[in-house]
């Protein structure tokens, strides 16, 4: 095994020699961290925060006991198992301690190895158990609450479709009558000419077209939101282009104050649903714009696809806030948000992923703190149109 696979265990003690036994005692088994005094302990805890998954410290030791140190350690690795090494006088303290649960364990000198090494067997693996048990309750507590944005999806979309509905049904009618009326309005309009009359006869065409745009964007948002919270998605390929150019007509209201948008590239489809393309590129977009706040410079968002022979690689670019080196794997995690509270869910980046690896694809992001960031998305080119 790779020595820095091994557990993690430190041991405190003011005396070299003793130090010395216990690397040559356990050395092979556990990845060892020795410290001489409680001081240097705690600042190697800080350093190794969420590593180390035994402190074993000597009782006696100049400036703080035993008890002492682990019970400071336990503010900084609350989830460290700590343990005592003992004289005999020194027993009522340690009894003490234990009764308070500082520590877990001690041992009275001189320690039987094959007692201790045992016992460091027991509280690391009871310590990775801890761990597995927080993370299942981690994500259950996460798809308890996905779950619940789900359904709330699906009632949005439910309470949307019907009004989309009626609004689409009378612009048809509208645009219909008006048609009519313009008819009449045109063969009367030379005998009894009005120029306010005949600009807004010339306009009203373009004006309901632009209408029933939008009533079918919003007609498509609530579809799109009813198969996400379904897991639907009735077609298996979509054209880049067309879900480009819908998505960027979709986040035009969010990015035009704060980011030029454009997108390039030619038609081409992949094997991926168009209703989920357009929710991964949406994201991507709305994540960018909100990148823009405080950099104190035209924002630029850009959107650029190119076909190979198997796949096409899509990016959504931007010269934003960018995100922190120690932040960028974190930001995939269900939840996670570097915005502040009220801006974001903590889902996007998320749910981006999730769904291109759903679809056999791959998602990777570059990003460099101050000047911007890069996600390009792989996706398989579909081989038929």
């Not at 889902?347 to 999730?354: A, N, Q």
């Amino acid at each position: 095994m790779n020595p820095s696979e091994l557990p993690a265990v430190l041991y405190v003690d003011d005396d070299a020699l003793n130090l010395r036994v216990f690397d040559a005692n356990f050395g092979q088994r556990f990845r060892i961290f020795r410290s001489s005094s409680p001081s240097e302990a705690l600042t190697l805890l800080e350093q190794r925060r969420g590593e180390i998954g035994v402190i074993l410290s000597d009782q006696r030791m100049p400036g703080m006991t035993g008890v002492e140190l682990l019970e400071r350690a336990r503010t900084i690795a609350p989830d460290a198992k700590r343990m005592l090494v003992t004289a005999y006088a020194d027993m009522q303290a340690v009894i003490d301690a234990v009764n308070r649960g500082q520590v877990t364990r001690y041992f009275v000198k001189p320690w039987d190895r094959a007692e201790l090494q045992s016992a460091l067997d027991d509280a690391l693996k009871i310590a990775r158990l801890e761990l597995r048990i927080r993370e299942v309750e981690g994500r259950m507590l996460k798809s308890e609450r996905l779950a619940t944005l789900g359904q709330v999806t699906a009632g949005i979309a439910h309470e949307l479709m019907g009004p989309v509905g009626y609004l689409s049904q009378n612009v048809v009618s509208l645009q219909r009558d008006l048609a009519s009326v313009i008819q009449y309005v045109s063969r009367h309009l030379p005998a009894d000419p009005n120029p306010l009359v005949a600009e807004t006869v010339e306009d009203l065409p373009a004006l309901i077209k632009d209408l029933a745009d939008g009533a079918e964007h919003l007609r498509q948002v609530a579809l799109g939101l009813r198969a996400q919270a379904r897991g639907e998605d009735h077609e298996a390929t979509a054209d880049v282009a067309e879900v480009v150019s819908f998505a960027v007509k979709l986040a035009r209201a969010e990015v035009r104050d704060r980011a030029r948008l454009t997108s390039n590239g030619e038609p081409v489809r992949v094997t991926f649903g168009p209703v989920k393309l357009c929710q991964v590129v949406l994201n991507l977009i709305v994540n960018a714009s909100q990148a823009m706040a405080g950099t104190g410079r035209q924002g630029r968002i850009e959107v650029r696809w190119t076909a190979r022979a198997d796949d096409v690689v899509l990016t959504v670019a931007d010269n934003g806030c960018g995100i922190p080196l120690e932040l960028q794997e974190r930001v995939f995690q269900p939840l996670f948000t570097t915005k502040p509270v009220g801006v974001g869910t903590g889902l996007g980046l998320s749910i981006c992923k999730e769904l291109v690896t759903q679809a056999g694809g791959n998602l990777r992001l570059a990003s460099t703190p101050g000047e911007g960031t890069e996600i390009e998305i792989t996706l398989r080119r579909a081989q038929h149109p």
